[in-house]
């Protein structure tokens, strides 16, 4: 053998090493740029070459020969499993709850659950029914995954797992884009919760995590001691999911110092991209629609329904693990709902910039202490119409582009109230019924322009209204005449109306029922002249909020837009007297 012959062969052997090396490394994740696959959920089958084809299943006995092929880089494009594979090759039983309420006495069993895995970029159309989730693997890859929603209906019956899951073992990886469509003219329903949690805590490191723990923390820490140590450190190493750090707060809950989640319906631990014309609609136990990256509706054209027992959409990623945590809303409508069965939650939420550009957004909160738009950087809106209603302002940059309204009532607005506004002219500007109790709305849209406005409360409206917002008013009269006597916004009780929560005891919420005006109480040492931006309270011993309001002789019924933020505060009936 030559020695040409001799340095070509090796050269050969360690490209094979390397290749190897590489799918190991990456997940398997094969790449069919441009290519498009059809998977219908509902027989288990995918299109090829104009034929459907049975999807192959992995059984939970079928563990073995799944991780084989896994290695080996053999698995299909798309295919099946009985259980959610995280990467680690010891197929393992673990808890995947939220909370263990019996500590050491509670069975440890495996989630299992129908999963239709995407291992393949390219385009990708779902359609039919599917009782269980769907796991898009993003690892090391560099092409762009669309996941057409063309008529789907996934539903993961139990509630506690994410319908979508996008994952990555990295969520500051962007070397390629993943967008989820709805097809236009199809209807896309989607119904999941949150994907519960997993001790990251090494069982051969177990000793070293104790200094994380004090106080009331390290007894959640003895007590669940079969919820740490799952994996070795090694098993963890190989974990294809995002792995955030749990908050001190979660430590007291019993959580491990590290686990992974999704905790939403749709969730992903990277940026998501929503397009397409159609309709989507995302019911959810958890969370609506969950990153810890960038989350993008964009195109201006698509039609989005979220009801959710906490945060609608939302953009997360603790203790700083991730810069990249912006919400940008472009679309023909977008309604979130934060059902009022739910123990908290905002519509909107943003751990960095909320920026609306354009569409008809109803954002509705939980009926306490939460905002219709929240963000940690500041939320912008530069277009469309915008309709929030909550008991936290959260602020709205003033370099906005397009003018918006904030209003903060002194009474509590309740079910079935309707507020509206109405121009010099007695034009509606908009109407609003609500399903729920709130203190402060938010409104903007090109209608909003500078000029003097009037406020009512109830009367009567005649239009057509969707999920309270009326898009078309036709007549309105009789309704009670509104003026406000500050101008700033917050949560009232608070002070400084700076759009800050109220500080609460763990586990404590504001008390607010539905049926009065209970406020928050005022500071003892605030007398009956303080000002508030502008509120003089008539009586410095009622509650905030009391009917003591009712009539300032102070109050202005003119309600003045000069620019782009417009904030009145202490909102009463208005008196001539």
Known sequence: MSKKTIIVSVVLVICLILEAFLVFKFNNHKSVKGKSISVNLSDLTYK?????????????????????????????????TEFVFDGVDMYKTYDLDDFIDDGNDIDVDVLSTSAVNINTTGEVILSGDLTGMVLVNTNGISDDINIVLDGVNIDTDSKKIPAIYVYNKDISYTDHKVVISAKEGTRNYIEGGKFKKVSLIGSDELASYSNKYSGETSEWYSKYTNYYGVYTSSQIDDIIFAKVTASTDDLKDGDPYYFYKGAGAISSDIDLYFEGAGYLEVTSSKEGIETKGNLVFSGGIGDYVINASDDCLNTTTKNGDNVRNDMIIDVNSLTAIVEMEADEGDALDSNGTLTINGGTIIALSHPGSDAGLDSENGTYINGGTVIAT?????????????????????????????????????????????????????????????????????????????????????????????GYTGTGMGFVGKGNFTGERPEMPDGERPNIDANDSNRPQRPDDMNDKTDMQGMTPPDSNGPMGSNSFVGFESANKVFTISGISNLFSGIVTYSVE
Not at 53 to 70: A, G, N, P
Not at 418 to 424: M, N, Y
């Open 390 to 482: 909550g008991d936290m302002y959260d602020e709205i940059k003033g370099d906005s582009k397009q003018s918006f309204i904030g209003l903060s009532f002194s009474d509590r607005i309740l079910s079935d109230d309707v507020i509206t506004l109405t121009d010099s002219s007695d034009n509606v500007i908009f109407s609003y019924k609500t399903d729920r109790t709130y203190s402060n709305l938010v409104y903007s849209s090109s209608k909003l322009v500078a000029g003097n406005y009037s406020l009512y409360k109830n009367g009567n409206v005649i239009g057509e209204s969707v999920n309270g917002f009326y898009n078309t008013v036709s007549s309105f009269s009789d309704g009670i005449v509104l």
């Open 48 to 80: 090829e070459n104009n034929n459907y084809t049975d999807l192959k299943v992995y059984t939970i006995d079928d563990f073995e020969s799944f991780v084989s092929d896994y290695k080996s880089g053999n698995l299909p494009l798309v295919y099946v």
